[in-house]
């Protein structure tokens, strides 16, 4: 037992040749970076003598793993090799995924990871609770979806499939991912049945990829998502697929709530300061940086269609002017202020956005202003 008072453990009575073992776990949360965190376990009192000191005390250094985070470039590239993960959890049926070693050579890392032991267990359903579990913390630049892949190894027709899920929830655009039987590590990139593996990330920021076991015995080197649907890792470093994802701290050190790394990647420097439209779309710099889009390209812009057309947070006598200017072409709508203007029709009391703004967009618009729809 242990007295958090005095910090002292109390093994009670040990044999003779008797031997025991007490393992230490420290749990770093993110963003401790640069500290190391250090357990000492210490012997200070023994009925008998102790003829080996030696061992009597050990501590273990933990470094604080950072988040990976996703690259801000065009194609949105998130790159996880398999044993680099956060946390790792075991199975109720014992279940694991361990070091795959040298039997399956040709890893794009320093190893690979297989759901042992290799026994047929498969698990279809529940998965998030039945199989082992491997987390990646990663900071998000991008939002909307993410296209999946796996670089994978599949020893048999019957161990050779894998889950991957988004902070802890099971997701059905992204379960069984099913590797082909080919004697290699190979990518996948779509579900049974042939359709598109996919994520959906809602907000920018940290979020945890999951990997279950589906098959046991599967083995799995690396775990790619890109918002690019034609990106394929296959052509990429020989079939090794893109480098691993760097970790840190996603850094805002100017403090204009745009992460730097993505400022660097679009602008080229710090000098933004969110307030600003470079692209002249309506929205500004930290608009879009929060959204994930193109802060470059006019046709990218963070859009509600909401009959909010100046953009200033409420829907009044100024947007329902605004919509009469533009319905009798006295003003040219920028392409945000377009499409928060372009409410109608109202299906269920929701914008149904037609593409189109005519009168039916000016009087939801008015009727919005004067409190008789909300939505």
Same mark, same amino acid.
């Given at each position: 037992?242990?007295?958090?008072?005095?910090?002292?453990?109390?093994?009670?009575?040990?044999?003779?040749?008797?031997?025991?073992?007490?393992?230490?776990?420290?749990?770093?949360?993110?963003?401790?970076?640069?500290?190391?965190?250090?357990?000492?376990?210490?012997?200070?009192?023994?009925?008998?003598?102790?003829?080996?000191?030696?061992?009597?005390?050990?501590?273990?250094?933990?470094?604080?793993?950072?988040?990976?985070?996703?690259?801000?470039?065009?194609?949105?590239?998130?790159?996880?090799?398999?044993?680099?993960?956060?946390?790792?959890?075991?199975?109720?049926?014992?279940?694991?995924?361990?070091?795959?070693?040298?039997?399956?050579?040709?890893?794009?890392?320093?190893?690979?990871?297989?759901?042992?032991?290799?026994? /047929?267990?498969?698990? @279809?359903?529940?998965? =998030?609770? #039945?199989? +082992?579990?491997?987390?990646? %913390?990663?900071?998000?630049? $991008? !939002?909307?979806?993410?296209?999946?892949?796996?670089?994978?190894?599949?020893?048999?027709?019957?161990?050779?499939?894998?889950?991957?899920?988004?902070?802890?929830?099971?997701?059905?655009?992204?379960?069984?991912?099913?590797?082909?039987?080919?004697?290699?590590?190979?990518?996948?990139?779509?579900?049974?049945?042939?359709?598109?593996?996919?994520?959906?990330?809602?907000?920018?920021?940290?979020?945890?990829?999951?990997?279950?076991?589906?098959?046991?015995?599967?083995?799995?080197?690396?775990?790619?998502?890109?918002?690019?649907? /034609?990106?394929?890792? @296959?052509?990429?470093? =020989?079939? #090794?697929? +893109?480098?691993?994802?760097? %970790?840190?701290?996603?850094? $805002? !050190?100017?403090?204009?709530?745009?992460?730097?790394?993505?400022?660097?990647?679009?602008?080229?420097?710090?000098?933004?300061?969110?307030?600003?439209?470079?692209?002249?779309?309506?929205?500004?710099?930290?608009?879009?940086?929060?959204?994930?889009?193109?802060?470059?390209?006019?046709?990218?812009?963070?859009?509600?269609?909401?009959?909010?057309?100046?953009?200033?947070?409420?829907?009044?006598?100024?947007?329902?002017?605004?919509?009469?200017?533009?319905?009798?072409?006295?003003?040219?709508?920028?392409?945000?202020?377009?499409?928060?203007?372009?409410?109608?029709?109202?299906?269920?009391?929701?914008?149904?956005?037609?593409?189109?703004?005519?009168?039916?967009?000016?009087?939801?618009?008015?009727?919005?202003?004067?409190?008789?729809?909300?939505?």
């Amino acid at each position: 037992s242990y007295d958090s008072l005095t910090s002292a453990w109390t093994i009670g009575t040990v044999d003779v040749g008797q031997t025991l073992s007490l393992s230490l776990t420290a749990s770093v949360d993110i963003g401790t970076t640069g500290q190391s965190i250090t357990n000492t376990a210490s012997v200070n009192g023994l009925s008998e003598i102790d003829l080996d000191t030696t061992n009597d005390s050990a501590s273990v250094a933990v470094i604080p793993r950072l988040p990976f985070l996703q690259d801000p470039g065009l194609q949105g590239v998130v790159s996880l090799e398999a044993e680099s993960y956060h946390a790792s959890a075991v199975a109720p049926d014992g279940h694991a995924w361990l070091s795959a070693g040298t039997g399956f050579p040709g890893f794009s890392g320093v190893d690979a990871m297989q759901a042992l032991p290799e026994d /047929s267990v498969n698990h @279809s359903v529940d998965y =998030s609770s #039945l199989s +082992p579990q491997l987390d990646f %913390q990663v900071n998000f630049v $991008d !939002t909307g979806t993410h296209y999946v892949w796996l670089r994978a190894w599949a020893p048999s027709s019957s161990s050779n499939s894998a889950h991957v899920g988004l902070n802890g929830q099971e997701e059905t655009t992204s379960k069984n991912l099913t590797v082909q039987v080919a004697g290699d590590y190979v990518w996948v990139g779509t579900r049974s049945g042939g359709a598109r593996a996919t994520l959906t990330i809602g907000t920018a920021g940290v979020h945890t990829i999951n990997l279950w076991m589906r098959e046991s015995g599967t083995v799995v080197d690396k775990v790619v998502l890109t918002t690019d649907s /034609s990106y394929d890792p @296959s052509l990429i470093n =020989s079939g #090794l697929g +893109p480098d691993e994802s760097i %970790q840190g701290d996603p850094l $805002d !050190t100017d403090a204009d709530g745009m992460l730097d790394s993505w400022e660097v990647a679009n602008f080229g420097d710090l000098s933004r300061d969110g307030t600003g439209d470079f692209d002249v779309d309506g929205a500004t710099d930290l608009e879009e940086h929060d959204a994930g889009t193109n802060p470059l390209d006019p046709a990218s812009f963070p859009v509600v269609a909401d009959g909010d057309i100046n953009g200033n947070g409420q829907v009044e006598a100024a947007d329902v002017l605004i919509a009469q200017r533009i319905l009798h072409g006295l003003y040219l709508p920028t392409a945000a202020e377009f499409q928060r203007g372009d409410v109608a029709p109202l299906i269920g009391g929701v914008p149904s956005p037609d593409g189109q703004f005519n009168l039916a967009d000016l009087l939801i618009i008015q009727r919005k202003a004067l409190g008789l729809v909300n939505f």
